[in-house]
């Protein structure tokens, strides 16, 4: 097994956020976790900063490369549904075992937060250019795959250059890429007369937006209003709102609730009559669901 480290300089915001944990990445000789092997195994450490890649330059040499992977607290962008998902498949043929434990999957967070983002792919390389963040280089994993195959062939060290700069600026744009967490946990965490509340998914179904979370409200709570409720227990808090759908100008559908009262302010691009406060125009509108929420939990927590 051979290897290449260098130490790279990591944000506060990680440091601070993902103390303890490791980025993580393989390179493999294709996507298939059955029939393909793991080529190289990179890592970052939060703490140090420390940059540290493992290869083999014979696939038979594959079980020393994988087998003291970490289990625990491995950042991974996909890493669920492929770099894990490999190593635990790769294990299992060896007769070894592979418990990954509190890991993030940037993706998989993402995905369960587009409602705030509204993007239109979360592609590693989309989430980059969101964020304004240009690699020097983007080598597909195609062109990757073959690179490695080429290597293991010819031990052409100018495809394993190619290899090992890949692994290098995805872990390195990864973790730059995190800062996207906090975008995302100032919107989604608030104070409700000194409670925190953390909203974690939200859904339109039936003509009801449902928004679940967490708070810090500690008794077991269940108020039910004309329009909307709401029930705490455990931490855990749903708030149920009545909304009523219709068609935009472009005959686009909507769901929005009446502003009678102008208690609440429309903050999204779409314009609107003013007792009209939407919520959900091809996307949901989430600078409006987020008011409504507040105004709501801060109206009910007053009963």
């Not at 999957?105 to 983002?117: A, P, R, T, V």
């Amino acid at each position: 097994m051979n290897s290449y480290s260098e130490t790279i300089k990591i944000s506060d915001f990680t440091k601070k956020y993902f103390k303890d944990y490791t980025l993580l990445k393989i390179e493999t000789t294709g996507l298939s976790k059955f029939t393909d092997s793991v080529f190289m195994v990179a890592t970052l450490d939060v703490n140090s900063g420390l940059l540290n890649i493992n290869y083999i330059s014979n696939l038979k040499d594959e079980i020393e490369l994988i087998n003291n992977i970490s289990t625990k607290n491995l950042i991974t962008f996909s890493g669920n549904s492929f770099d894990l998902a490999f190593i635990e498949e790769k294990l299992k043929f060896y007769k070894m075992s592979f418990a990954p434990e509190n890991n993030f999957d940037l993706h998989e967070y993402l995905k369960n937060f587009n409602f705030i983002l509204n993007l239109n792919s979360l592609k590693q390389k989309e989430i980059e250019k969101y964020l304004g963040l240009v690699r020097p280089k983007y080598i597909s994993g195609f062109k990757i795959a073959n690179s490695i195959k080429q290597y293991l062939i010819s031990q052409d060290s100018d495809k394993l250059s190619e290899v090992i700069q890949h692994a290098k600026d995805s872990l390195i744009y990864l973790e730059k890429s995190l800062t996207i967490v906090e975008q995302i946990e100032d919107n989604i965490n608030f104070k409700i007369q000194d409670y925190d509340f953390r909203i974690e998914t939200l859904e339109f179904k039936n003509n009801f937006l449902t928004i679940l979370g967490q708070t810090s409200f500690k008794k077991d709570l269940e108020i039910n209003s004309f329009y909307h409720s709401i029930k705490v227990s455990k931490n855990n808090f749903k708030l149920t709102i009545e909304v009523k759908d219709g068609k935009y100008s472009d005959d686009e559908l909507v769901f929005y609730v009446l502003n009678k009262n102008d208690e609440l302010t429309n903050l999204s691009k779409i314009l609107s009559p003013p007792q009209i406060h939407l919520l959900y125009y091809k996307t949901p509108l989430w600078e409006n669901i987020l008011s409504l929420a507040k105004y709501y939990l801060n109206s009910l927590l007053a009963i």
